[in-house]
């Protein structure tokens, strides 16, 4: 079947956005201690770069519930890629330019997390939207491409840096862009279908008017927060806070933590048929708490990282399990409630690692106590969950009263 027509491809290229995603949320947090170094940045300007890009990520979200019906997907999702290409080539260039490298770095993190958050947006909901029997699986699926994208670019860096010299960081970023212009130029190839059809939504203020809305909008909060809060800072607990080598850090901290996330939102996706989602979305939040106290409350540095790496399989259940039950209890909630959603997972995606940065600075640079603290984010989904089995049946009735 051709490309214009095939849904197949439609999948394929949001999957890679995704890939694209990974590089914008993972490939800088590799580069913290170097900046660190290089350019006399301190903790807290290291945290503000990870709250930035979320915030910008957060910013987007907001907005597009203006304009995306009205722009389409299409032109939304290519705009994405381009503008995601255009960062990673300035963050290879503008801090060698500038005469304040922090300003560039700056720069190129709102540039790519413009990208970042239109993706986020746009590329769930084109995938619900997509022809298939199964939406559970697809979404997992789908969201397991994130996990892979972030393997690739911790496993390609590493690469990179063994054989160039860390030095040399800014080439990769260059090379990294690569990916985005490709997959923009794919997106105006393939069928891309809406959720609803114009009119048929449900409109902002009825949205925001259901106690099911907020209460979705506190898992997914608790979701990002939960998973980024590990996440960008493994790395750096790895090699700082743990004393191990830069190289075995990235490998057995981020690039772990995505491994066993994508394997999860795998398994996910196979039991999607055997297991309710709300029961796998229990376990996983139990096993999420177990791993931040193993790895922030344990002596041994092996214990500590296998922590780090178990929190990426009990997270990897959350957002795009969040996603499902939003879309399930609420089918008219179109590009709007997806919009909202990202933009309250990147509120905890901003929040969580930002958090944890103030924390451990204040304890004098100490990354096990900030990273103690994130358990909260876990516990609060466990909490969400048990309402959400609660309200979920009243979403219907309530939105029929609210519509009215």
Not at 235 to 248: I, P
Not at 316 to 332: D, H, I, V
């Amino acid at each position: 079947m051709s490309i214009r027509t095939n849904f197949k491809h439609t999948t394929i290229a949001c999957y890679i956005g995704y890939i694209t995603q990974a590089i914008a949320g993972s490939f800088l947090p590799l580069l913290f201690v170097t900046i660190q170094q290089d350019y006399h940045v301190s903790l807290s300007q290291i945290s503000f770069l990870v709250m930035l890009n979320f915030g910008v990520q957060l910013l987007v979200d907001l907005i597009s519930t203006k304009f995306l019906d009205f722009i389409g997907y299409r032109i939304a999702i290519v705009a994405a890629h381009i503008f995601a290409a255009v960062g990673f080539l300035a963050l290879g260039i503008l801090p060698k330019l500038l005469l304040h490298p922090f300003s560039g770095i700056c720069i190129t993190v709102i540039l790519y997390a413009v990208g970042g958050g239109l993706i986020e947006v746009l590329v769930s909901p084109i995938v619900e939207a997509c022809p298939n029997d199964r939406k559970t699986a697809a979404m997992s699926i789908l969201h397991s491409f994130y996990c892979w994208g972030c393997v690739l670019v911790i496993l390609l860096s590493t690469l990179f840096f063994t054989l160039f010299g860390m030095e040399n960081w800014w080439i990769l970023s260059i090379l990294w862009a690569m990916i985005p212009l490709f997959n923009a130029a794919y997106f105006s190839k393939v069928p891309i279908r809406t959720l609803v059809e114009d009119g048929e939504g449900m409109s902002l203020g009825t949205l925001i008017r259901m106690k099911l809305f907020w209460l979705f909008v506190l898992l997914m909060l608790c979701a990002g927060a939960a998973e980024q809060a590990m996440s960008q800072w493994a790395s750096a607990f790895a090699e700082s806070g743990l004393q191990v080598s830069k190289t075995a850090g990235d490998l057995a901290g981020p690039c772990g933590f995505a491994v066993l996330m994508g394997i999860s939102r795998v398994l996910q996706a196979k039991l999607s048929k055997k297991i309710p989602l709300t029961v796998y979305l229990y376990i996983s939040d139990a096993l999420c708490v177990g791993s931040y106290l193993l790895a922030t409350l344990l002596p041994n540095a092996i214990l500590s990282l296998c922590g780090c790496i178990l929190c990426g399989f009990s997270v990897g259940a959350m957002w795009p399990g969040t996603f499902r039950l939003a879309s399930e209890s609420c089918p008219k909630g179109g590009t709007a409630l997806f919009a909202l959603l990202a933009l309250a997972g990147d509120c905890g995606c901003s929040s969580g690692p930002m958090m944890v940065g103030i924390i451990s600075e204040a304890f004098g640079n100490h990354l096990k106590i900030g990273l103690f603290v994130a358990v909260l984010f876990p516990l609060l989904f466990l909490v969400g969950i048990y309402f959400c089995r609660k309200w979920r049946n009243s979403c219907e009735s309530e939105t029929t009263r609210i519509g009215s």
